[in-house]
């Protein structure tokens, strides 16, 4: 697999699973928590796939 298409497809399995949590655990919870919830997980989640990336391309 290209190393190209690896940061992307993290990238969509993260989206996926954080609002599979969100749509599970958070039903009957307003927007703005709805939000506050996921923003969060969303931006460190992100942050984490780039830093283990570059600690993984770093090594080779």
């Not at 599979?20 to 709805?34: G, V």
């Not at 919830?37 to 780039?50: C, Q």
Request: net charge positive.
């Amino acid at each position: 697999m290209p190393k190209k298409l690896i940061k992307p497809i993290l990238h969509i399995i993260l989206f996926c699973t954080v609002f599979l949590f969100a749509h599970t655990y958070l039903k009957n919870a307003s927007f703005t928590r709805y939000l506050l919830v996921t923003v969060p997980i969303l931006i460190i989640g992100m942050f984490g796939i780039d830093i283990a990336l570059s600690l993984t391309e770093k090594e080779e």
